[in-house]
């Protein structure tokens, strides 16, 4: 029971929403483009470069608003490039995506080489962090469940009140309507006169836009420091909910959040001594079951749609022969 309560208590709630906060940001920028019918996978390589590119903002200027800022920029620029490549040049998605993220993590341990003559990590450095917001009056109502509720950095609040922003974005905006319309049916849009490619720009522009927010937490909010490779999977895992969850909000937390409580878990592991390269392993276990399940579910649709497409093919080949049988003689 005493383990028990080392690993199952507030603490543990407290550290899957600071956990879930970036990877929620970064796939909620990713349902922009999933909506719009763009796979993206290079949100990894934006929310790296956000968060590197947000820490030398922050260090120039003083200012950790300014760092954000820096930070976003540098993720939009990546998403541009992106949706030129993608959508105006007509490139593979993926191979585009992958591109991009091997040039994040190349361009930021160069440039961190370069400005602060290190690899590994920045510390220190004048690093200006993301404030924590303290909510009034949650201690006196809430008591030692307060944590829950107050005492996180603005990211982790703008995260989570996104989504059913984004909720309603998608139902009741004429531009998320443009955006579910373009990925669903094109051919649709292109007769209604919406430019599909204006809005898989937008779509792309705003999910660099959430990428760079993920990526200005991460070292601004998350932790107060940069390191090489600092997202660390987390776009891949954000990929990888937008894949089940189709770009849906809700679906996407759901995901987010057991990827946030498995990533805490594994962290207050190491408290009880198991191997750190098993304790690394755990939100990506999670993933591939997570995954393993969505394909078993649907594989009884695939079966069917498998066999009717399979007795459509054989009616059209035995109607000419039966056609061909009935000539006069």
């Known amino acids: 029971m005493e383990v028990l309560d080392k690993l199952l ?4 709630l407290v550290a899957t929403l600071r956990t879930t906060a970036p990877i929620l940001l970064v796939a909620l920028g990713g349902s922009f483009t999933t909506k719009a019918g763009i796979f993206n996978i290079g949100l990894e390589g934006q929310m790296l470069v956000g968060a590197f590119f947000a820490v030398l903002g922050s260090i120039w200027s003083g200012s950790a608003l300014i760092g954000v800022a820096c930070g976003v920029a540098a993720a ?9 490549l993608v959508v105006s040049f007509r490139a593979n998605e993926v191979v ?18 370069a400005i602060f003559g290190t690899r590994g990590s920045i510390v220190g450095q ?51 309507l443009y955006i579910r319309v373009v990925g669903e049916k094109p051919e649709a849009a ?20 959430l990428a760079g927010l993920a990526g200005a937490h991460l070292s601004l909010g998350y932790i107060t420091m940069f390191t090489e490779n600092m997202s660390s999977g987390r776009g891949f895992m954000a990929v990888a909910i937008l894949i089940f969850s189709a770009g849906d909000p809700l679906k996407v937390l ?29 939100p990506y276990l999670v993933a591939l079951v997570a995954l393993f399940a969505l394909s078993y579910r649907s594989r009884p ?26 000539h006069p003689r």
């Open 9 to 12: 208590n507030v603490a543990l």
């Open 190 to 209: 292109e007769a209604l006169g919406i430019s599909i490619t204006r809005v898989r720009y937008t779509a792309s522009l705003l999910c660099g836009l």
């Open 254 to 282: 759901a995901g987010c959040l057991l990827f946030g409580f498995a990533d805490a878990f594994s962290l207050r592991l190491q408290t009880f001594g198991f191997p750190s390269y098993l304790i690394l392993a755990v």
């Open 76 to 84: 939009l620029v990546f998403a541009l490039a992106f949706a030129v």
């Open 126 to 176: 004048k690093i200006v962090g993301l404030p924590k917001v303290q909510i009034p009056g949650a201690r006196d109502l809430l008591g030692s469940w307060a944590p829950l509720v107050s005492g996180y950095t603005p990211m982790v609040y703008v995260a989570f009140i996104a989504v059913p922003l984004l909720v309603l974005f998608y139902k009741r905006t004429r531009l998320g």
């Open 301 to 326: 649709r695939i079966i069917r749609e498998t066999l009717e497409s399979m007795k459509k093919m054989l009616s059209v080949e035995t109607k000419p022969a039966e056609t061909g049988n009935n």
């Open 96 to 113: 585009v995506g992958l591109a991009l993220n091997i040039l994040a993590g190349g361009m930021t341990i160069s440039l961190m080489k």
